[in-house]
């Protein structure tokens, strides 16, 4: 796979330590990952501009490389340099790392794990994954109707399943408790609390079906299908992943 990964540091002790404990995640991934350019990027501060985007408690995030995301429009320039040379892609899929998220190696190594699993997803179980993100397309009223935290959500959940057993693999299962009694403890936002409290409850050793766990979550969606319609015209409109989400199958039950 056409990877690159780019560690911004403060001195070359921390970059070195940093890109050892990226490198032991991406080897965990070898045979699952496509021939895509990837750009891991891994921070020495935190931009508030993307925390701004995706709140607070954001540790990072995976996405495409397209010139109108909106990621693009308030990044820093020396991320700019990186993902784009001369104005043209040079990647076609990014991973972020804030710098608190890469100053512990348990966290650096679940948050690049979880969303190495998005890029896996996306690229191989496509359907299935743009089916999974219209759901945070919902309003506000609705999610709170529906009684949804983000961890319910089958691609969010499989990628906290993925995350929790490949830092367990690395460190340890005592070690990563620690790590996230230590983030229920710091409590950055309540949603943040809960989000951890359900990764904690998580069961590695038990294999996520993400086709047979979307089929039987999205009848639970049913009474919000307008919303979901219009979210996905959008994405329709300029996102070929998303041509062949089938949204009335799925919320009456069918398989993705």
Not at 1 to 29: G, H, N, S, Y
Not at 123 to 140: D, Y
Not at 232 to 250: I, M, T
Request: glycine letters at 4%; one cysteine or more.
């Amino acid at each position: 796979m056409p990877l690159k990964l780019i560690v911004k540091a403060d001195d070359q002790a921390t970059r070195k330590q940093r890109e050892v404990a990226a490198q032991r995640v991406l080897d965990c991934f070898e045979l699952q990952l496509s021939d895509r350019q990837l750009l891991c990027f891994l921070d020495n501060e935190d931009w508030h501009a993307f925390k701004r985007e995706n709140g607070v408690a954001n540790r990072g995030f995976y996405s495409r490389v397209k010139a109108a995301h909106p990621h693009w429009q308030i990044a820093p320039a020396y991320i700019l340099e990186s993902v784009f040379s001369s104005g043209v892609p040079a990647s076609d899929d990014f991973i972020y790392l804030h710098g608190s998220t890469c100053s512990n190696e348990v966290g650096l190594t679940m948050t690049l794990a979880h969303e190495l699993q998005h890029f896996v997803q996306r690229t191989s179980r496509t359907r299935l994954w743009a089916a999974n993100t219209l759901v945070p397309n919902l309003t506000t009223a609705a999610i709170k109707d529906l009684g949804l935290k983000w961890c319910d959500v089958p691609h969010e959940r499989e990628a906290r399943i993925v995350a929790k057993r490949t830092a367990e693999k690395l460190f340890g299962a005592e070690a990563v408790r620690h790590h996230i009694d230590a983030r229920i403890g710091q409590r950055i936002t309540a949603a943040d609390a809960d989000d951890w409290e359900c990764i904690r409850g998580l069961v590695t050793s038990i294999q996520f079906d993400l086709a047979t766990e979307t089929k039987l979550f999205f009848p639970r969606l049913k009474d919000h299908m307008p919303q979901l319609q219009a979210a996905l015209r959008h994405f329709q409109s300029d996102d070929p992943d998303f041509a062949e989400v089938d949204l009335n199958a799925l919320l009456n039950g069918a398989s993705a």
